[in-house]
Structures are given as structure tokens and as C-alpha cells.
């Protein structure tokens, strides 16, 4: 537990949340923006500030719980029609809390209070800067 920490606080019940799952690994709850109804937030019980600092053993923890999350509030409102699920990495990726944790977004119509913008750079992108990308990303993976 870090004591600065909110969403750490929110895990020992010093600060109150709508819980909608809880186990030994993980805590889901609303988050207090409610960006569209039902947004909720997974995060693991211990405090890790990013997608950077998980070993195998607690992405598997995490991940392996995501999908039944997002069923129950898929499941909870026939009006959802689809759910973008976002995890935010640094103050320059809108990472404002830093204790890791994954947005569940539910959607209800093309202009409902969630966006997101992909822009589309694949015409000026050439086939040698994607084998250089390739590279470089190749080269820095772990146990290659
Ligand atoms: P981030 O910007 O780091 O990806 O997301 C942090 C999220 O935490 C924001 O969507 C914000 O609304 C939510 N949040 C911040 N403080 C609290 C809190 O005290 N309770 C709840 N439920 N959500 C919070
Ligand atoms: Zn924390």
C-alpha cells in the first residue's frame, strides 16, 4: 500500500467506492467521472504505477478478470452497444492516477460522451520505416 496513493486508499476502505467486484487480486468500481454510464475502473490490489511494472504472474492475475468484468456491464444494460477498454501510461497519455488500472467504457451510440481519435498515418508511412520500427521494437524485447 503507498499511503499518498487514492486508489490504494479506495482498497483498504478508507476512501468509499461503488464496488461492482472485488476478489483477492483485484478491485472494480465506478469511477467518479461516470464519462458514460457505467464506466468502471479494474485495478490490481497491489500498487503498481503502470502497465510498465507488471511481471507475468500479475497481468495474468489482472487481465484474466477483465473479461468477466465486462460482461457484467455489458450484461447489466441492453443499450450498450460496444466498450472500449483503456489503460493510460504517463501524464502525456492522460495517466492521471498512478496506481494502474484499466478504463471499462461502456457505449451507447456514435455520439454518446466517450471519443477516441485514431489518425490514420499508414499512406505516409513507408514499408522501410515499418521494417525500422520492426527493428528497433524487436531489439528491445525481453528474453529475445
Ligand atoms: P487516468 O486519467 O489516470 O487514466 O484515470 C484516473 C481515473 O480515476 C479518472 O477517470 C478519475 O475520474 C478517476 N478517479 C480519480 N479519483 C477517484 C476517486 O476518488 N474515486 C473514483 N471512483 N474514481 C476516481
Ligand atoms: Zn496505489
Same mark, same amino acid.
Do not use: W
Given at each position: 500500500?503507498?499511503?499518498?496513493? *487514492?486508489?490504494? /486508499?479506495?482498497? @483498504? &476502505?478508507?476512501?468509499? $467506492?461503488?464496488? #461492482? %467486484?472485488?476478489?483477492? /487480486?483485484? /478491485?472494480? =468500481? +465506478?469511477? *467518479?467521472?461516470?464519462?458514460?454510464? &457505467?464506466?468502471? +475502473? #479494474?485495478?490490481? /490490489?497491489?500498487?503498481?504505477?503502470?502497465? %510498465? @511494472?507488471?511481471? !507475468?504472474?500479475? @497481468?495474468?492475475?489482472? =487481465?484474466?478478470?477483465?473479461?468477466?468484468?465486462?460482461?457484467?456491464?455489458?450484461?447489466?444494460?441492453? $443499450? *450498450?452497444? &460496444?466498450?472500449?477498454?483503456?489503460?493510460?501510461?504517463? !501524464? +502525456?497519455? %492522460?495517466?492521471?492516477? =498512478?496506481?494502474?488500472? =484499466?478504463? +471499462?467504457?461502456?457505449? %451507447?451510440?456514435?455520439?454518446?460522451?466517450?471519443?477516441?481519435?485514431?489518425?490514420?498515418? &499508414?499512406?505516409?508511412?513507408?514499408? $522501410?520505416?515499418? !521494417? !525500422?520500427?520492426?527493428? $528497433?521494437?524487436?531489439?528491445?524485447?525481453?528474453?529475445?
Amino acid at each position: 500500500m503507498d499511503n499518498n496513493c *487514492i486508489f490504494c /486508499k479506495i482498497i @483498504a &476502505g478508507d476512501i468509499p $467506492s461503488y464496488t #461492482v %467486484y472485488e476478489d483477492d /487480486k483485484v /478491485k472494480a =468500481f +465506478l469511477d *467518479i467521472s461516470q464519462t458514460t454510464p &457505467g464506466h468502471t +475502473l #479494474v485495478i490490481p /490490489k497491489v500498487h503498481i504505477p503502470d502497465i %510498465y @511494472a507488471y511481471d !507475468e504472474e500479475l @497481468a495474468e492475475q489482472v =487481465f484474466a478478470r477483465i473479461p468477466k468484468i465486462a460482461r457484467a456491464i455489458k450484461n447489466s444494460n441492453p $443499450s *450498450i452497444k &460496444g466498450m472500449n477498454i483503456v489503460n493510460n501510461n504517463g !501524464e +502525456l497519455a %492522460y495517466q492521471s492516477v =498512478f496506481h494502474s488500472h =484499466f478504463h +471499462l467504457i461502456p457505449r %451507447y451510440s456514435e455520439d454518446d460522451t466517450f471519443s477516441i481519435n485514431y489518425t490514420d498515418n &499508414g499512406e505516409s508511412t513507408s514499408s $522501410s520505416q515499418l !521494417e !525500422e520500427l520492426q527493428t $528497433s521494437i524487436q531489439n528491445a524485447m525481453e528474453d529475445k
